[in-house]
């Protein structure tokens, strides 16, 4: 096998870079910078890595059916908010919440946050951004700052989404291999006891860089869609916006530490909804500040909008705010009782799986499990709200109709990431000898950052979930190789995997399948590079305090740490 270069470092890193211009410098929509990087993509794999291409084709294959998923669950997304602005229940949402508190940010760190951290800790798949984005539409905001915003709490959550899963599966799957399983024996460790740790070790600088997200995303807001263009009106909040992230970060560590990986978000998120909507409802640590809003609707620049305004129809019913709100509470309980281990629903609908076994005769396989999508979640509760809201038949065609025309343009954008993606993940089966390009770009990054390791660990998490566009992959691609790393430099595993599966998180709030599905979600299409310029500097606060905090844990507090 050829030694790693820094030449097949910089060519695995262009694809990266290439969708980056496309989308942030030339301000290209993804529609059309999604298929230039993908081609851009495959010919490396054909013509440097030496990659068969029948195999470039099933992995393009495999990217489509992926793709095929995010399009269902985006599909139910929108076609909820269509079914709640046709019965008239976004009117008594948006009215119930302005009971509770007229100011944006106070309302942005109820639903983006806290409950976008719940539903992050039930299901993952990107579907906060599905829900609380549409939900904050609904509400009165505009489209760009409900992705952008919903796309920033896609961090301190992730780790621990879908109950667990980027621990439980992406850890546990990348590391169960002899070398790792030898060590442990011989550190009389369990292999159990060392998953459960590294969710303690995630969860720790999680916690700690997390508490800031919500002040961040008030700053954000006033910044960039307030009359004021002001970081200031957004930071005045400092102390509510605070107690909102400890609310949520305490719970979250303490799970961690007793409970295991299964539920930090989910419990988390679900005490401090709780604390939370209650001090906002008493005025506690508000009582010194106005509340803030958006300029009138006739002010806000086009950019703002996307093709569905949110504007819920006249509640001509009066809806109560139990009947308006049973939708969402059904998608939450549905979520919740389909993803618990304990439960047997989570077998039933996962078992029921299409799989295409050895696309065009490769090793390669993809399977879709339809029933344990998300998606069909959110059908299910559709059609269940169209009957406890007494929906007409032509208010459900309605919702249907509009729903399956805002997902044209997603869908072009999403194959071909996708498509991509799996290209360059599986780039691993060639005939060059080289490792997949991930691996590849990873293993020169190490070998130029030797004992400053633990500094760049988050951000190799983070690189894997922005190409994969999942903690969970990036946790299976980078996982052994992390550990590797710090077997060699003799810094503590768990401190580094543990800033591997911080760093998967914080990738998602620019990862271009993220950017992509939450735009459609509210209809704002082609404006994914903007969203990346602006999330992408809350990612970079996140990695980079990681890394400070990994250097502090590394040579310090937990030097002594297997």
């Not at 992050?120 to 760009?144: D, H, I, N, Y």
């Not at 930071?235 to 909102?244: E, G, H, P, R």
């Not at 303490?254 to 539920?263: D, M, Q």
């Not at 620019?510 to 735009?519: E, F, L, P, Q, R």
Request: aromatic share 12%; hydrophobic share 55%; with cysteine.
């Amino acid at each position: 096998m050829p030694e790693t270069s820094g030449f097949y470092a910089l060519v695995a890193v262009l694809p990266i870079v290439a969708v980056m211009f496309f989308l942030v410098v030339l301000r290209w929509p993804a529609t059309r910078a999604m298929p230039v990087a993908y081609v851009m993509t495959a010919a490396f794999a054909l013509f440097l890595w030496d990659v068969a291409p029948v195999h470039v084709a099933a992995a393009s294959l495999r990217g489509v059916i992926i793709a095929v998923s995010l399009l269902w669950i985006i599909f139910g997304a929108i076609l909820l908010l269509q079914t709640l602005s046709e019965s008239g229940a976004a009117a008594s949402i948006r009215q119930g919440f302005m009971n509770v508190s007229r100011d944006r940010r106070v309302q942005l760190i109820i639903v983006a946050w806290m409950f976008g951290a719940f539903i992050e800790g039930a299901s993952g798949f990107g579907t906060p951004a599905a829900v609380a984005g549409p939900l904050l539409l609904a509400l009165g905001f505009p489209a760009l700052a409900a992705v952008m915003c919903t796309l920033i709490i896609q961090s301190t959550p992730v780790t621990f989404g879908a109950v667990g899963t980027p621990i439980l599966v992406g850890m546990a799957e990348s590391l169960n291999v002899p070398d790792v399983e030898a060590a442990l024996a011989q550190a009389s460790i369990p292999y159990a006891e060392f998953i459960y740790q590294i969710g303690v070790f995630a969860a720790i600088p999680h916690a700690i860089v997390g508490t800031l997200i919500p002040l961040i995303i008030c700053g954000m807001l006033t910044r960039f869609f307030g009359a004021n263009r002001s970081f200031r009106d957004g930071l005045s909040i400092w102390k509510f916006a605070i107690f909102a992230g400890l609310c949520f970060t305490v719970p979250y560590i303490l799970v961690a530490i007793f409970l295991g990986p299964e539920f930090p978000s989910l419990l988390g998120a679900l005490i401090g909804l709780g604390i939370v909507v209650t001090a906002a409802r008493k005025g506690f640590l508000l009582s010194d500040v106005a509340p803030w809003d958006f300029p009138p609707r006739e002010g806000w620049e086009k950019e703002w909008m996307g093709t569905f305004s949110g504007d819920p129809k006249p509640d001509e019913q009066h809806m109560s705010l139990v009947r308006a709100w049973m939708p969402y509470v059904l998608v939450a309980a549905l979520l919740v009782i389909t993803r618990l281990p304990g439960l047997p629903f989570k077998a039933w609908l996962a078992g029921v799986q299409f799989t295409w076994s050895g696309i065009l005769g490769t090793d390669l396989s993809q399977g879709i499990q339809p029933l344990y999508l998300p998606g069909t979640i959110f059908l299910v509760v559709c059609l269940i709200t169209a009957v406890i809201h007494s929906m007409s038949g032509a208010q459900v065609k309605s919702a249907f109709s509009a729903s399956a025309r805002m997902l044209a343009g997603p869908a072009f954008a999403l194959v071909f990431a996708v498509a991509l993606v799996r290209v360059f993940i599986d780039s691993n089966a060639n005939a060059s000898g080289l490792q997949s390009m991930p691996l590849e770009l990873a293993e020169f990054a190490a070998a130029v950052a030797g004992q400053a390791w633990p500094f760049f660990a988050a951000m190799i998490g983070a690189l894997g979930a922005f190409v994969a566009g999942s903690n969970t992959v990036s946790d299976l691609m980078f996982s052994h190789f992390q550990y590797g790393v710090a077997d060699r430099i003799g810094v503590s595993h768990l401190v580094v995997l543990g800033l591997q599966a911080l760093g998967g998180a914080a990738g998602n709030m620019i990862t271009v399948h993220n950017v992509v599905a939450a735009s459609a979600t509210v209809g704002l299409v082609g404006r994914e590079g903007l969203l990346i310029r602006r999330t992408i500097y809350p990612m970079l606060y996140y990695v980079v305090a990681a890394g400070l905090l990994g250097l502090l844990f590394s040579y310090g507090l937990f030097a002594d740490r297997f």
